[in-house]
C-alpha cells in the first residue's frame, strides 16, 4: 500500500516507486508455486482490464507486487516482471 518517502527508503524503494501514490501493494505469499503466480497475474490483469487501467505484476521469491498506473513507466499494456533471484528481490 502507500508509503511515505521515509519508510519507502528504509524498505529499499525506488525514489519513484508507486507505493509513493498509493498504486502499489505487496503481498506475501512465502513458498507461491508457479501456477499459483500465474493465477494471480491473470486474475488482475482481468481486473485492471475491466477497469481501463494499465496495471502490473512483480513476481518476488516471497510474494507479490501489484500495481496500477504503469503508464508513467511508459508501459501500454499490462506488465509482468519477475524479480525472483535478482537484485532487490524479497
Not at 529499499?12 to 509513493?20: I, V, Y
Not at 499459483?36 to 513476481?59: D, L, P, T, V
Amino acid at each position: 500500500g502507500y508509503r511515505t518517502a521515509s519508510f519507502n527508503r528504509k524498505c529499499g524503494g525506488s525514489s519513484n516507486s508507486l507505493h509513493l501514490k498509493g498504486f502499489a501493494v505487496d503481498i506475501s505469499f512465502p513458498k507461491l508455486s508457479d501456477n499459483m503466480y500465474s493465477k494471480i497475474e491473470k486474475e488482475w490483469k482481468a481486473i485492471c482490464q475491466k477497469h481501463n487501467i494499465i496495471g502490473g505484476c512483480n513476481r518476488y521469491t516471497n510474494g507479490v507486487h501489484l500495481s496500477i498506473h504503469e503508464e508513467v513507466f511508459g508501459y501500454k499494456t499490462f506488465t509482468i516482471r519477475n524479480y525472483k533471484g535478482q537484485k532487490g528481490d524479497w
